[in-house]
């Protein structure tokens, strides 16, 4: 057991993860530090961060989504996609435009400009994702997919959305 573990290791280049670290809490933190590392790699020549590109695609998607909307199906809490939004506009990537049902409301739309440039980081998005899961066969990749959306679908009452964003300090 420990050979193999050794010849897996080798065999992908993995680092070893101690026994104690093999547990739900420290394995889902560095779970999402790898991902995000790899996601990083492809967004970061493009200036945006992965909220900002989440937001792109969601809007192409489901164009003509509300803010509260948008955030609720993205699990951001809603001063963070209001400030997210701000600046998707500000960049000239999305529109507000106002709702044909509500003329008080705003809906928010994906322009040329910025579907053009979700589309350029697709590829690199999915290129992205498949190094991400490349250590499991072909075979277990759609399992572990939808053994992960269970987890997350089974808790998602239990969510808390923006505890991940660093807050500025008060002076």
């Given amino acids: 057991m420990a050979e193999d573990k050794k010849s897996r290791a080798a065999v992908t280049g993995a680092k070893e993860i101690p026994a104690r670290h093999r547990k739900i809490g420290p394995l889902s933190r560095r779970f999402f530090q790898v991902y995000l590392g790899l996601i990083l790699e492809v967004l970061e020549p493009f200036e945006l961060d992965p909220s900002f590109y989440s937001v792109l695609v969601e809007l ?23 400030e997210i939004v701000d600046e998707l506009e500000r960049r000239g990537l999305i529109d507000r435009r106002v709702d044909p049902d ?70």
Wanted: net charge positive; aromatic share 4%; glycine share 10%.
């Fill in 102 to 171: 509500d003329r008080r409301a705003r809906v928010l739309c994906l322009n040329k400009k910025g579907d053009a440039l979700r589309l350029k980081i697709r590829p690199h998005m999915q290129a992205a994702q498949e190094r991400f899961v490349a250590p499991l066969a072909a075979g277990e990749r759609a399992l572990f997919l939808d053994l992960l959306y269970r987890v997350v679908a089974g808790n998602l009452d239990r969510e808390v959305t923006g505890g991940f964003r660093r807050r500025k300090r008060k002076s």
């Fill in 60 to 82: 192409s998607d489901q164009p003509g989504i509300d803010q509260r909307r948008l955030g609720e199906a993205l699990g951001i809490d809603r001063t963070t996609t209001g």
